[in-house]
Every structure is written in C-alpha cells, then in structure tokens.
C-alpha cells in the first residue's frame, strides 16, 4: 500500500506495539502529528509542557514497562531540548527511541530555520542514531530503532526524519515485531571456569548488583542463586527493587550514601562478584583501593565495562539472566553461614540516623511505604531526597524505583512519575526536593491535564541540600548559591493554579493521619513537607576516599 512516509512512521510505531507516545508538535514533524491524530484509537499521545519532560516521561515509562519509551520532538530546539533527556536514559542504559524531525534535505547544512544537525549532537550519548534520507528506508530504519534500543545492553536510539521525507509517498507492508534475541553469554570455557572456581573457593563472598539485574529481568534467578551460595547481597541504587530489602541476604544499599555496614562486609571480604554492575565512581569511590587484595568476578552484558574501572581477576561477558542460570548448573549448593552472620551483624551495628527536627525525612518515607502496597512505584529527582529514599523507604520489587543514576539529573522526577503512571496504570509518587521541583513544575499541568493520579512529595529544605552538605562538610560552610530561602513560591496556590490538591505536613505527628486520605484519593496532590535546612546524608564517603573514610556522624 503507497502512503505518506508519516503514516508509515505512525503504522511502525502501532506496529512495535507502542501504547503511548510523548512529545511536543512543531513545523518540521507536523506531518507525523497530523498522522496521529488519525491513528489516536490506535495510539494515545501525551503531550507535555516540554520536550525534556516528555523524554524523561518515555523513560519512566519504559523502566516501569520493560520496553522502549517513545518521544517526539521537531527539529531545532524541540530537539535539543530531548538531549538531556536522551543522556539520561543512555547513563541508566534505558530503551528508548526518539524520533525528531528535520528540515528538507534540500536545505540541511544552510542555517536554515530550526535546523540542528541532532544526529551529530546526540552521537556520543545514544547507542546509535539515524538521519533517514530516503524514504525506501525509513520503515526499516524505525523497526531497527526499537530492536537496537531494547536488545543486549539496552540504551537509546534517536531516529532523525526531514520534512520531505514524511511528505514522499512509498509502499509500506507491515511486518510483525522483530523478536528481541534471547539472552546468552560468552562461553568462553577457560573464563568460566576461572570465574567459577573463584566462586566455589571464595570464604567471604560479597554479591555486589547493579541495574543490569533489573534490565534482564534477573531477580528470580539472582535470589536464587545467592540463596543457594549463601551469599550475601549488597545493591547499587540502580539494582534496589532486585531483592527484597527484609531479605536475610541483603545487606542494603553500596556506595558513596550505601550502608556503613555494607562497607564494612565489603572490607573484610576476599571475593567480590559484581553482577551487571559497573564499578562507578558513586560505588567503588577509590577505585584503586576497593578491590585491593580481592578477587574480582566481573559478569556483565557490555565486554567495554570490564576491566573499566576496577581490574577483575575472573570475568563472564553475558546477560545476568543467562550467566545466573548457567551457574545453578555447575556450583553445587554451600553454607557460609559464620560468614552470613558476620556481614547481618554489621549491618545491625550501623543503622540509618533519624534526622532530629518536628519532621524528618525518614519517617515520612516509612510512612508512605506503611501505607501503599510492595508494588508502589516510587520516582525521585536528585539531590538529599533521593538518597534518604535510596535508603529508607524499603524496596520489595523490581521496576518499582525510578531514579536517575549516572547523570544524576535534577528535574527528572516529574516527567518520569508520570510516564511510570502510565506504565502501570497506577498510582505514581514523586518524592522532589524544592530545587529539583522548581525545575520541571511545568509538567504539575500535564499530570492534572491526562488525570495522572500522581501524589509529589516536596522536601522543601528551602535550599539545594546535597550541594549544601558538601559546602558544609568540604567548603568552611560558603554556601554559595545553595540558598532558597528568598524564593517567593507558594506551594499551595501553585497547586490551585494547576487544578492540583494540597497538603502541608511540618510534623512527624501528622503523616498517617494526613498521607491515609491523600493515597485515598486519585487526584494530583502536592504534599509539602518543611524538613530542616542542616539535615545531612549520612553515612558518607567522601569523592575520591576509600570506605575506611566513611562518614557515619557529623554535627
């Protein structure tokens, strides 16, 4: 059947089983929009206050969904306004296919208006990108998209289409979805069994997880085999969801804002076996120091992630899910229970500190986890926020945390949240800070806009917290640009200007009294919450120090 190269766009999409697509409409993709609009029984388009609320909307929806996000931009600065957005999901390895339009081919390369050579911007921070310039290619150049997106170690794929090309005439036929290959390894056979016979021998074996057990759909197969090995487990905030946070193996949370006892077990092991993990700066800190006389057992989907950032003494090129199985097969079952013990009692001896003050941020958090189901999806913007929900709110499933990690993104609470909501036709809550609020509180309008049923919980600490504890801690106290003090916002009749409820909590008294009717109720509420200015984030180790430097109290 000959038909426009927009429709072909919208009939691949449909094709792919795309739900939802987010996006903003402008000169240069208008042919495409024009196409969903006939398509809309077919396709539901949400259409956001901005393109980078929109991008992180696709995102969230695919963390939550476990498929590729869809967002749409013109061309110019629609499209430029997708590149954080697109760095994010490429940081957190997120599948997501943007498509943006762009100016004829006839006038690319003459400054032509809201032109953007997007395919040379967003090169470094997508997994591979396309500029369609025939239109005998671009059904399969949108179906390549989606397979390249959500296959191996997932990641985003930027489709960049001129205008002509939409308008041209050609014929499409429809093909059903590629199957996405199933997950497999390197069985390189020497590799293994080094790898293996580390993980027979280990006396004190630390499993040290990351996102990519969340990407493959691992977590029945991580829990047990660290069941099996009798293994104690410590989580990247990336991995928090995989195992069960009451579960006797797991030690909580890694890293620079991880548990002290974490880093205490990571110390006093000998092996450390890292699961879809990646050795960042965030985890290992000193990287010359944390996997100093240990064995290292690296297994991840991305050959380039190896040996990065921390020299492993045995790794497995493969997908968590594949390698996790292989090795229920070849390691017979074992009892470390002394060694278990050990790392338990760590983690009893250094608990999380309450934050002294009327409310304080952790008890609000076991407040909401008191009052909503283990499958809550929780999403954050970044900042002192986001780690007091890292480690206090006590995850239970998988793809229930949504969070920026590698780029560590302030203002991409918002559009994630409510991408998460549409992912799961439920509830979604933001927990923000009031700087990383102010930063996309645009998208407050479209959440109320689509009925969203999305509850944001503002600390408003009237400052940028994280920047400010490390002014404080590293800086002689110069809080330069970190005070918020003096902003005029009125949290309440911001939310009456956007059609939104509100609720003020300022004592610890009142959080199940006032969050009972607020999850009650399904309209979009924001919940202020006035914490303390000083409340710090701890424990802490400090960029660039080792985990003997943690910082467990300050005043």
Request: net charge neutral; proline share 4%; charged share 20%.
């Amino acid at each position: 059947m000959n038909m426009k190269g927009a429709k072909i766009v919208v009939d691949c999409l449909i094709e792919q089983g795309v739900e939802y697509v987010f996006g903003y409409p402008g000169g240069t993709i208008i042919d495409i929009f024009d196409e969903l609009y006939k398509a809309k029984d077919k396709l539901t388009h949400i259409l956001t206050a901005h393109e980078q609320g929109a991008c992180h909307a696709a995102d969230g929806y695919a963390r939550v969904s476990g498929k590729a996000g869809v967002v749409l931009a013109t061309s110019g600065p629609g499209a430029t306004n997708l590149v954080t957005g697109i760095a994010n999901a490429y940081m957190d390895s997120i599948p997501l296919v943007a498509i943006t339009g762009n100016v004829p081919i006839a006038l690319l390369g003459r400054d032509s208006f809201q032109e953007v050579d997007i395919a040379g911007v967003t090169m470094p921070i997508t997994k591979h990108n396309f500029m369609v310039k025939s239109i005998a290619d671009l059904a399969s150049t949108i179906r390549e998209a989606f397979t390249i997106a959500q296959s191996g170690r997932p990641g985003p794929v930027l489709v960049d289409i001129p205008k002509n090309i939409q308008q041209e005439m050609f014929e499409y036929v429809a093909q059903k979805p590629k199957a996405i290959t199933a997950p497999t390894f390197n069985k390189n056979q020497a590799l293994l069994d080094k790898a293996i016979e580390l993980i027979k021998n280990a006396q004190r074996p630390i499993l040290y997880i990351g996102g990519g057990i969340i990407h493959s759909n691992a977590a029945a197969e991580l829990l047990n085999f660290a069941e099996n090995q009798d293994i104690p487990i410590a989580s990247s905030m990336m991995a928090l969801g995989a195992v069960p946070f009451t579960h006797p193996l797991h030690l909580g949370m890694i890293g620079m804002h991880g548990r002290a006892g974490v880093a205490k077990a990571i110390k006093e092991s000998d092996t450390i076996i890292a699961l879809g993990s990646r050795f960042s700066d965030r985890v290992a800190t000193n990287r010359l120091m944390f996997g100093a006389g240990k064995n290292i057992v690296h297994i991840d989907i991305d050959l380039a992630e190896i040996d990065k950032n921390v020299t492993t003494t045995a790794s497995i090129q493969g997908d968590a899910k594949a390698v996790l199985a292989h090795l229920k097969t070849v390691l017979k079952a074992q009892k470390r229970s002394s060694w278990v013990k050990i790392c338990q009692d760590f983690k009893a001896a250094y608990p999380f500190k309450t934050v002294s003050s009327p409310l304080c941020p952790r008890q609000i958090l076991e407040g909401i986890r008191k009052l909503t189901p283990d499958t809550q999806i929780i999403a954050t913007d970044v900042g002192q926020h986001q780690m007091w929900t890292a480690q206090s709110f006590g995850f239970v499933k998988p793809r229930t945390f949504v969070t920026s990690g590698g780029l560590g993104t302030m203002g991409f609470g918002m559009g994630a949240a409510m991408g998460a909501a549409f992912a799961s036709k439920k509830t979604a809550i933001l927990i923000t800070g009031d700087g990383s609020f102010h930063m996309n509180l645009n998208e407050v309008a479209t959440a109320v806009r689509y009925g969203v049923p999305l509850k944001i919980f503002i600390f408003n600490n009237k400052t940028l917290g994280m920047v400010r504890q490390w002014q404080s801690l590293f800086y002689e106290r110069h809080h330069a640009g970190t005070n918020l003090s003096d902003l005029p916002t009125n949290f309440e009749k911001l939310a009456e200007a956007f059609g939104a409820k509100y609720v003020k909590l300022d004592n610890n008294a009142d959080i199940e009294k006032k969050l009972k009717p607020t999850f009650a109720d399904k309209n979009v509420t924001i919940i202020e919450c006035s914490i303390v200015t000083d409340g710090y984030v701890l424990p802490m180790v400090p960029a660039g120090k080792s985990a003997d430097e943690i910082i467990v109290e300050w005043e």
